[in-house]
């Protein structure tokens, strides 16, 4: 076995080069830059273009923790390539993905989520990658996608045993060609091919020179784990080729990685490469309740919940960290309207009502609405004859399931990307927001058919607030317990940089002195009730 995964890495490596000598122009030329990646230490410009940082190589100090071997090993970015010795690597890596590790240095890097196209093969021999290559080239070539620096390959379920070298009798091989921003394309299946979004991963890495013997590689983390008791394994190893043909064999650069969490973390229960498969992008399932309320049927999956670490709005309870939501729901493809609020309740408190509205407002978003108000109305609708025959029960969201929805498969900034000057396109938000709320649904839908998750009105999440830890989570519903509910996507009243999908705010569940200016909600309907 140990035998087979030396010669399918350097098989990898030395076919990879051919693959992209034959059919490649120069990989960092073609860079099809969406988003450019940014130094997390370096501050953004309040206004005015982002500037292009060469090629994408940005030092990323925050990010890598130097913990072994080489210690004095530094790499360099000279004209935006990454530089250590007469290595190089000169594609861009994907946008917020930590520097490289220079050979012979052991690192702990934390990497954020990433959409990635996988191919998973059964065969062991290393014959499989190398047919695996293409239909990944073709892939990426179809979408007009450029190529990114690594390819990934993973070893899911490698060992029963990784600290004492105890192989698994089989297991499958994964090469994965990363996107450099998951606005590139959807997920879903392409043929063989599945595109996804891989978590983010805490990762023990060595860097690795030329043709190297993967299983050496391997044993020198292990030697590390061994001699230390803050840090355990948490998934199976995975390799990063990161040069293309043009670079001497002798000096190309690749690293051998483990996943990692500390002692006593939960890492090991949902290993980032082998996460639950994303939904697809196929338009999904839709339901109209009897009052007229609109729902999407959301598929259950897996999702990065937070800010990527070098996302510079980010505030600091939007820790990033792993959700895995374990079953399908209904989300209102809109706000919760004042005619259905008034319909169910019997009153409406909106502000933005009356004949200097278009319709009367009844189509704006119901606002000044408090959490228990919002939980009433679920309970109420619950409640109305026609939908208890229906066998339908109301909710507000989860925090979680909101961000899951709002994202739509995206781990951008937005569910649409990173371009904050887009997002007049699907908000209304202070730039266009002309003073009030708009009927519900007039901006673009999300990816999942969602319309305003970000901006319009903000809208109350079940759970109560506290900060997100780094741990991975399943079904997350918050605290027990707390003084302050959240709510999620900002409103025609404020910023940009607040309707983000991760951004996060909080208030007391009862009117106290403050009117709720602007807060609304939509509701979830457990698909469980509709199989
Ligand atoms: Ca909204
Ligand atoms: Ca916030």
Redesign the pocket.
């Known amino acids: 076995m140990k035998m087979i995964i030396t010669l399918a890495a350097s098989s990898i490596a030395s076919f990879s080069m051919t693959a992209f000598a034959a059919d490649q122009p120069a990989p960092a030329a073609t860079a099809q830059t969406q988003t450019v990646p940014s130094d997390p230490a370096v501050k953004k410009p309040d206004s005015g273009p982002v500037k292009e940082v060469g090629f994408g190589a940005v030092r990323t100090p925050k990010l890598v923790n130097r913990v072994g071997g080489d210690r004095d090993a530094a790499i360099e970015v000279v004209e935006g390539v990454y530089r250590f010795k007469k290595a190089m690597i000169e594609s861009p890596l994907p946008d917020g993905y930590p520097e490289p590790t220079p050979f012979g240095a052991i690192d702990i890097k934390e990497y954020p989520a990433v959409r990635r196209a996988e191919l998973v093969s059964k065969d062991e021999s290393g014959a499989a990658m190398m047919t695996g290559f293409f239909p990944l080239f073709n892939h990426i070539k179809k979408r007009n996608i450029s190529m990114t620096a690594p390819v990934e390959t993973d070893y899911p379920q490698l060992y029963t045993d990784f600290l004492n070298d105890k192989m698994a009798e089989e297991g499958e091989t994964k090469m994965s060609f990363l996107y450099r921003s998951s606005s590139l394309g959807p997920v879903g299946e392409d043929g063989k091919i599945v595109v996804r979004d891989a978590a983010p991963v805490t990762v023990l890495s060595i860097g690795a020179q030329g043709a190297f013997d993967f299983t050496e590689k391997i044993a020198e983390l292990r030697t590390w784990l061994k001699s230390q008791e803050q840090w355990e394994v948490a998934g199976d190893p995975r390799m990063f080729v990161y040069n293309g043909p043009f670079v001497d064999p002798n000096w190309r650069w690749a690293e051998v990685q483990v996943p990692v969490c500390r002692r006593g973390g939960t890492g090991k229960e949902v290993p980032t490469t082998q996460a639950t498969k994303l939904p697809t992008s196929a338009p999904p399932k839709e339901l109209v309740n009897t009052i007229g309320m609109k729902f999407i049927f959301i598929p259950k999956g897996q999702f990065a919940m937070g800010s990527a670490p070098d996302d510079r709005d980010a ?1 600091l ?1 939007e820790r990033q960290h792993s959700v895995t939501i374990t079953r399908d729901f209904y989300i209102g493809a809109f706000e919760v309207t004042q005619s259905q609020f008034e319909r169910v309740m019997g009153r409406n408190p909106s502000q933005f009502q009356g004949k200097s509205f278009r319709d009367g407002g009844f189509n704006h978003p119901v606002e000044r609405v408090s959490w228990n108000d919002a939980a009433e109305f679920c309970k109420r609708l619950s409640e109305l004859p026609e939908e208890k025959a229906a066998g339908r029960v109301y909710r507000l969201p989860t925090e979680a399931e909101w961000e899951y929805a709002c994202r739509a498969g995206s781990s951008d900034a937005y569910a649409f990307g990173d371009q904050p000057q887009r997002l007049g396109e699907y908000c209304w938000y202070a730039p266009n927001g002309d003073g009030q709320t708009h009927p519900v649904g007039e901006k673009k839908p999300n990816a999942w058919g969602l319309y305003d998750m970000h901006g319009n009105a903000w809208e109350w999440c079940a759970d109560w607030y506290e900060r997100h830890s780094n741990r991975p989570q399943v079904d997350p519903v918050g605290p027990s317990e707390g003084t302050d509910r959240v709510y999620r996507g900002g409103s025609w009243n404020y910023a940009a940089a607040y309707c983000r999908s991760a ?3 909080a208030t007391a569940p009862a009117f106290e002195g403050f009117d709720f200016l602007s807060i609304s909600f939509r509701v979830v309907m457990d698909a469980s009730t509709e199989r």
């Open positions: 505030d309870d951004n996060r705010t």
